[in-house]
């Protein structure tokens, strides 16, 4: 049985989950090891979409490579606590936090049109985002709304513990659409993914920003 104690996940607590969000994303030195998001330029004509331009896999203090500018931390606390608050506000936010000792786990997942979803993730790539929703389409062809997992993550010393699985089931339980969401075809997720009945709809290739990221939705019955 598991020890993870499960909780809602308000705006008033991010800040105390916002360290584990930098810790966790900027885990890793190759894409097998995580998304290494450790590094950011915040100059303003560097900014994408008017966020920090993050190179991954680099240490804070290396160079920019578009304007040679010492990075920063990629996710500081402020910065990143005021993402969380922004992403918990869509629409039929469901937010879960996993604590035991400490909080070691957290996800979200809000409801919204896949068209709005797909130019929120690719907003500077509109056939990105075109190809998502004409991929969603084939799959489910009489449902515009989708129910997206925007992010899960566990802290490294408690993976393998199925916290992951947990918090993703829960949410799914509360799903009133099919489930998209999007990770690297390298990460533990597509494992968790798999197991809560998704299939990968877009394969390791499909997108020109990250060619190992990939996207899972709901099968139709």
Request: proline share 7%; glycine share 6%; charged share 20%.
């Amino acid at each position: 049985m598991s020890n993870l104690e499960i909780e809602e996940l308000r705006a008033s607590t991010a800040s105390l989950v916002a360290p584990l969000y930098a810790a966790c994303f900027g885990e890793g030195s190759t894409p097998a090891e995580g998304w290494g998001e450790r590094a950011a330029c915040w100059e303003t004509g560097c900014l994408e979409d008017g966020k920090q331009k993050i190179i991954p896999y680099v240490e804070v203090g290396t160079p920019c490579p578009q304007c040679a500018t010492p990075m920063t931390e990629a996710y500081p606390l402020e910065w990143t606590s005021r993402y969380i608050k922004s992403e918990l506000s869509y629409p039929g936010t469901i937010a879960l936090l996993g604590y035991i000792d400490r909080i070691v786990a957290a996800a979200w997942a809000y409801e919204g049109e896949i068209g709005t979803i797909a130019t929120r993730k690719y907003p500077n790539n509109p056939s990105m985002a075109a190809k998502v929703v004409a991929t969603y389409g084939r799959v489910w062809p009489k449902e515009s709304k989708t129910f997206y997992i925007s992010e899960v993550f566990v802290s490294p010393d408690k993976r393998g513990n199925n916290y992951a699985q947990e918090l993703i089931n829960k949410m799914l339980s509360q799903a009133r659409y099919p489930v998209t969401s999007r990770t690297l075809d390298t990460s533990p997720m597509t494992t968790v993914f798999t197991k809560a009945g998704l299939k990968k709809i877009l394969s390791a290739g499909s997108d020109p920003e990250n060619n190992l990221r990939v996207f899972y939705a709901s099968p139709r019955n």
